[in-house]
């Protein structure tokens, strides 16, 4: 058994990541300031003796270097963020500290305390618009929003302590990821957020230009399995890897599924794409499964019915 602290523990990848954390019988600390996290999310969770939950805010003084003093952890699994591109084009100073400041916040919190190892959330948001097909680790990293300039940014402050303090960082580029508990909160959430809402409320879905493009989307169950393999599992170097399947799905192969469920839904509205929108993004999984023996286990199309069960 670990003891593992989760920064967002209350988030949508957090909350999953906790909960396979318990299923596998490891103590767990949860972190969350609760500004996009959602306490029900942790239903389940807090229902356990071996979860303990903090709410503060990674950025107040001292706040996190003393959690860790007190609690001694194995390894902390940093999910804590701002998490919309979107917003993090509005508001890039609030970015830099909520994304990159309290990033380095852990990493020298974690060195201070001897913490073996740290897991972090990057995303494949740090290739910005590489057209490259697959997306591997070595394509060209060109960040075209504040939020995946820091999440490069942290991946290199995280490797740096790494190699200067012999601790093991895992950076895990999460590709599109998908399942219950995302929040659709605006038209820029994830789509098949939206799509799922809108389908459950008997509404239209927008499809921006003509549903071909592709994504390479990916369960949340197993980007929570791939955090628990990267914090628990022995004999793991430090590096990074995308978190993804190696497959594209369009938009239009999700609708069909959701039609096969929503039968006589409302025909899709079609609107011209996005400013900016890239038709194919695809992860290479390779180095996922050399370094973590990690493989992806659900399909989109169970994932799906997942999604639409669960609502
Ligand atoms: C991700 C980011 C986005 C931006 C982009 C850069 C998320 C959720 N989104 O977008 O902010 O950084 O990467 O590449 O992290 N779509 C529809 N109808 C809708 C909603 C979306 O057709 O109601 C389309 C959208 O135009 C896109 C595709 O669905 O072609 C996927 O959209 P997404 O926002 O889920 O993901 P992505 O990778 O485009």
Same mark, same amino acid.
């Given at each position: ?104 916040? *852990?990493?020298?919190?974690? #060195?201070? $305390?001897? !913490? ?7 995303? %494949?948001?740090?290739? /910005? &618009? ?123 192969? *999700?609708?069909?599924?959701? #039609?096969? $469920?929503? !039968? ?7 609107? %011209?794409?996005?400013? /900016? &929108? ?34």
């Amino acid at each position: 058994m670990s003891h593992i602290i989760v920064t967002g523990a209350a988030g949508f990848i957090g909350s999953h990541t906790v909960d396979q954390l318990l299923a596998a019988g490891h103590l767990v600390t949860g972190v969350d300031n609760f500004r996009t996290g959602r306490r029900s999310n942790l239903n389940g969770a807090s229902a356990s003796k071996n979860f303990a939950l903090h709410e503060f805010d990674l950025t107040t003084p001292g706040a996190f270097d003393h959690l860790l003093a007190e609690t001694r952890p194995d390894a902390v699994i940093h999910l804590a963020a701002l998490v919309s591109v979107q917003e993090s084009m509005a508001n890039p100073d609030l970015n830099y500290t909520l994304n990159l400041h309290a990033t380095h916040l *852990v990493a020298e919190a974690a #060195r201070v $305390h001897g !913490v073996k190892r740290i897991v972090f959330a990057s995303s %494949a948001a740090v290739y /910005g &618009d590489a057209t490259e097909r697959p997306i591997r680790e070595s394509t060209t990293k060109r960040p075209i929003s504040p939020y995946g300039a820091a999440k490069l940014a942290s991946e290199a402050i995280l490797l740096g302590h790494a190699a200067a303090f012999g601790l093991t960082v895992r950076c895990h580029r999460y590709f599109n990821v998908f399942g219950p508990r995302q929040d659709p909160a605006s038209s820029y959430s994830g789509v098949i957020s939206v799509f799922e809402r809108r389908f459950r409320e008997g509404k239209p879905v927008t499809i921006y230009g003509d549903g071909r493009q592709t994504r390479d989307f990916i369960s949340v169950h197993d980007v929570a399995r791939a955090n628990v393999i990267a914090a628990t599992r022995s004999g793991i170097g430090s590096g990074v890897a995308n978190i993804c399947t190696g497959r594209p799905t369009s938009l239009l192969d *999700v609708i069909t599924v959701f #039609r096969a $469920h929503y !039968v006589g839904s409302a025909a899709p509205s079609h609107a %011209a794409p996005r400013h /900016g &929108d890239i038709i194919h993004s695809l992860g290479a999984p390779e180095e996922a499964s050399a370094a973590l023996d990690f493989r992806t286990e659900v399909g989109v199309e169970a994932g799906l019915q997942e999604l639409i069960h669960s609502g």
